[in-house]
């Protein structure tokens, strides 16, 4: 049994990272029910062969805390990519992304992959992981991008779906074109 599909089970998170391999996983309600879950999930993960580590109070909010800026740090070559995918399709993800690190909601399917060097492979990496994960009807965006791949990226990748109706609704919303010109979704 995984851990989102125990019955018992409501985690507020459930969230997956690497290097190396981890799964973090939040229980949000009374403290004598957030316990009993944890316990319940350290059996689950025990179980499945995996080390685990119960925390709480300020340990907690530094976990936390880590997790959440770890992908985020900036550095000179970093890209940062957005993917989204089947829940069922994240480990493979993790597996061949060969991206430098990778963070996210596992039970989601949405990940942010970080990828450090030099621009031009960078945008072949890109390429490569919107192909593969394309084909599955996977996306992936540019999030953040060092300002050395300033138009050496397409952030957006093939668009998913008609230029025409995404220009009409941009057109809608931002009669004046003042929202992020020429920067959203095929140059609209």
Same mark, same amino acid.
């Given at each position: 049994?995984t851990?989102?599909?125990?019955?018992?089970?409501?985690?507020? %998170?459930?969230?997956? #990272? &690497?290097?190396?391999?981890?799964?973090?996983v939040?229980? #949000?309600?009374?403290?004598?029910?957030?316990?009993?879950?944890?316990?319940?999930?350290?059996?689950?993960?025990?179980?499945?062969?995996? %080390?685990?580590?119960?925390?709480?109070?300020h340990? /907690?909010?530094?976990?936390?805390?880590?997790?959440?800026? $770890?992908?985020?740090? /900036?550095?000179a070559?970093?890209l940062?990519v957005?993917?989204s995918?089947?829940?069922?399709?994240?480990r493979e993800?993790? /597996?061949?992304?060969?991206?430098?690190s990778?963070?996210?909601?596992?039970?989601?399917g949405?990940?942010?992959?970080r990828w450090?060097?030099?621009?031009?492979?960078?945008?072949?990496w890109?390429?490569?992981?919107r192909s593969r994960i394309?084909?599955?009807?996977?996306? %992936?965006?540019?999030?953040?991008a &060092?300002?050395v791949?300033?138009?050496?990226i397409?952030?957006?990748?093939?668009?998913?779906?008609?230029?025409?109706?995404? $220009?009409?609704v941009?057109?809608?919303?931002?009669?004046h074109?003042i929202?992020n010109?020429?920067r959203?979704?095929?140059?609209?």
């Amino acid at each position: 049994m995984t851990i989102a599909a125990a019955p018992a089970l409501s985690p507020t %998170a459930l969230e997956i #990272e &690497s290097p190396p391999h981890r799964v973090v996983v939040r229980f #949000e309600t009374t403290e004598r029910a957030a316990d009993a879950q944890a316990d319940a999930t350290a059996t689950i993960c025990r179980a499945a062969g995996a %080390a685990t580590a119960i925390v709480a109070g300020h340990d /907690e909010r530094d976990l936390w805390a880590a997790y959440e800026s $770890a992908i985020w740090q /900036e550095t000179a070559d970093s890209l940062i990519v957005k993917v989204s995918v089947l829940p069922s399709d994240v480990r493979e993800l993790i /597996e061949q992304s060969a991206a430098g690190s990778a963070a996210g909601r596992a039970a989601l399917g949405v990940l942010y992959l970080r990828w450090q060097g030099s621009a031009s492979a960078a945008s072949a990496w890109l390429d490569h992981l919107r192909s593969r994960i394309g084909r599955r009807g996977g996306t %992936a965006v540019v999030a953040a991008a &060092s300002p050395v791949f300033s138009g050496r990226i397409d952030p957006w990748g093939p668009l998913a779906t008609n230029r025409s109706l995404m $220009a009409a609704v941009k057109a809608r919303f931002d009669p004046h074109s003042i929202l992020n010109p020429g920067r959203g979704p095929g140059g609209l």
